[in-house]
Structure formats: structure tokens, C-alpha cells
């Protein structure tokens, strides 16, 4: 694979770690995006080493820094934390999608947002860091980028539900089932939905994405925190 591509710099400071630009580069490159380039590789290969790499840090740490936890809990914790929808939040504070490789029917329903292919690319990045450097600076780098999800992850239900854990939250404090308002905006082909959500008349989270129930799921996290913060368990 050539040198030719995105322009990475900016996507590995983020990352805090560099990665040789053309395991990179093919990272980025989706299969939409190889097809029409004539059968290029894809970021497949990448994606499936990612996988087993991203489970092994994740589960050892949720291992070692929740002793007290039974086996039920931690795995339902490493579900939420490795989730499409929890490593495209990953991908979006990158802005990830701004450096995909995507073919053109991708771009034009809107790949570049889409969880699928966000959540994807993540774990193809993972693989490439991990050929690049092996397991320790990989680790690192990946402990960084799911911190946040790994804390989000040991304040959720069993449900593994923002929706059902912000509703479980909200009756344990005696205040009103949560209510969800959402606006669709754009063509057709590329819809973009805006999710309040409303705790009595008060809003309590917002959330954004390409179809209704991403929107309400993460309009219902931010929600989370902010009424868990209140109830003074955070």
C-alpha cells in the first residue's frame, strides 16, 4: 500500500501513540472504499486482530480494578465498554470519521457517522497499534480511549441500557419516568436525529446521531450522570 492517504498527524496525537502510516492508513481504508479502488485491502484484517486485543486489556483491567465484583457483573461491564454503540462514542471524540476511507455510496448515506463503521475502524486502529508496538504501549493508548466508558459502564443496570438504567434511577429518587423528544433534520438518505431528554420539565440530556435510538441513548447517558450526580452516588 502506498504512502497516499489522509493526512494522520493530528489523528495520532489524539491517540497518543504512532503508528506506522501505512498500517495506519489501512485502518482507515473500508471495504466500500477498497472495492472501488480496484480491490485494495480493507481494514478487516486489522478489525479481527483489534477484536481479541481490545477484549484481552479490557477484561484485565475491569479484572484488576473492580476485585470486588462477581463474574456476572464484570462481564456485563466488558459488554457495555466494547459495544458498536460504546466504541463509536470512542470514535466520534476522536473524529474519527473525518479521516475514513469509505466509497462513495458510503459517503453519500452518511458512513461517516454511521456506529457500524466508526466502532469498526476503532478496533482496526487497536490491531494496528498493537503490530506496530505489542501489548504494553497498546494498552496504554487503549485504557486512555475507553476510561470513560469503563466508569459509564460500572454505573449502568443490568440492562446494560442507558434508557432502562436512567428510568430505574429516576423512580429510585421519586422523580418522573424520563421523556424523550426528538427532531429528524436532513435528506432522507442521510437523516440526522436530536434527542432531549426531559425529567419532568427539566432537561437533563441531550444526544445526536444518525438514527432515533442512538439519539435517545445518548441523550439518556448524559441524562444518567447528570441525575446520578444529584442523587449523590457518583
Known sequence: M??????VTELEAKLGLSIDHELLVLALTH?????????IPTNERLEF???SVLGLIVTEHLYRAYAEHREGDLARMRAATVSQR??????????????????????????????????????AIIGAAYLCHGLEPTREMTQ??????????????????W??????????????????????SGPDHARHFTARVLIGAEVYGRGEGS?????????????????LAESGRA
Open 86 to 123: 460504546a466504541l463509536a462514542q470512542v470514535a466520534r471524540e476522536l473524529e474519527l470519521g473525518k479521516y475514513l476511507l469509505l466509497g462513495r455510496g458510503e459517503l453519500a448515506t452518511g458512513g461517516r457517522d454511521k456506529d457500524s463503521i466508526l466502532a469498526d475502524t476503532v478496533e
Open 31 to 39: 471495504r466500500s472504499f477498497a472495492h472501488e479502488a480496484g480491490g
Open 163 to 184: 434508557k432502562t438504567s436512567l428510568q430505574e434511577l429516576a423512580a429510585s429518587m421519586g422523580r418522573p419516568a424520563p421523556t424523550y423528544e426528538v427532531v429528524a
Open 211 to 227: 438514527s432515533k435510538k442512538a439519539a435517545e441513548l445518548r441523550g439518556a447517558a448524559e441524562a444518567h450522570g447528570k441525575l
Open 2 to 7: 502506498s504512502k497516499a492517504g489522509p493526512d
Open 144 to 161: 486512555r480511549l475507553v476510561a470513560d466508558l469503563v466508569r459509564q459502564a460500572a454505573g449502568l443496570g443490568a440492562s446494560l441500557d
Open 49 to 51: 486482530l483489534g477484536d
